[in-house]
T-cell receptor, first 113, second 114 residues
Framework: DQQVKQNSPSLSVQEGRISILNCDYT??????FLWYKKYPAEGPTFLIS?????DKNEDGRFTVFLNKSAKHLSLHIVPSQPGDSAVYFC????????????FGTGTRLKVLA | DSGVTQTPKHLITATGQRVTLRCSPR?????VYWYQQSLDQGLQFLIQ???????AKGNILERFSAQQFPDLHSELNLSSLELGDSALYFC?????????????FGPGTRLLVL
């Protein structure tokens, strides 16, 4: 049972435009959500996180939105840059007492110059 | 650079063999997590250690085991390897296994079982 889903395996966006990556979850006990970026041959790099008590968190060009009622979060990148081309994973934790992360399968973002 | 190191970067071995993957957490981090990423899949949690003690187990096979040593580095042992064990294995660390604590990932070890 996939508790965290990223339904778009890939996304292409023009440089300078907004990239929107989506993530859905099923477990209402999740209370912490994160986005990681992964380049080939590297480990996931932490980008931004959000607690379930918030609905938005912003860090520079990156903003994460959380809609608890819809069990949906999204990552907005504005403006998109070619260096943003990578695989983006959303992750969630909470409720299990172990603080392990449950990851989605990733979305490959390609920013076109 | 996250500060988490993993060795080796690549490992090629045969079915039935045993391998050991090593992870050194960031300086000051007491908790280590192991994840497996198979082809086109998300990362799957395997096991978690905190200050030398096992804290949680996920989808870890009985053929796999891990430990965290007094210097806080961790090793993941994979035995009786099968073709399906070919994957990327990531280690992550955090200061403590706490509420809303961010985990930082190493570069991974790519294991290929032939």
């Amino acid at each position: 049972d996939q508790q965290v889903k990223q339904n778009s395996p890939s996304l292409s966006v023009q440089e300078g435009r907004i990239s929107i990556l989506n993530c859905d979850y099923t477990n209402s006990m999740f209370d912490y959500f994160l986005w990681y970026k992964k380049y080939p041959a590297e480990g996931p790099t932490f980008l931004i996180s959000i607690s379930s008590i918030k609905d938005k968190n912003e860090d520079g060009r990156f903003t994460v939105f959380l809609n608890k009622s819809a069990k949906h979060l999204s990552l907005h990148i504005v403006p998109s840059q070619p260096g943003d081309s990578a695989v983006y994973f959303c992750a969630a934790s909470g409720g299990s007492g172990t603080y392990k992360y449950i990851f989605g399968t990733g979305t490959r973002l390609k920013v076109l110059a | 650079d996250s500060g988490v190191t993993q060795t080796p970067k690549h490992l090629i071995t045969a079915t039935g063999q045993r391998v050991t993957l090593r992870c050194s957490p960031r300086s000051g981090d007491l908790s280590v997590y192991w994840y497996q990423q198979s082809l086109d899949q998300g990362l799957q949690f395997l096991i978690q250690y905190y200050n030398g003690e096992e804290r949680a187990k996920g989808n870890i096979l009985e053929r796999f085991s891990a430990q965290q040593f007094p210097d806080l580095h961790s090793e993941l042992n994979l035995s009786s390897l099968e073709l399906g064990d070919s994957a990327l294995y990531f280690c992550a660390s955090s200061v403590v296994p706490g509420f809303q604590e961010t985990q930082y990932f190493g570069p991974g070890t790519r294991l290929l079982v032939l």
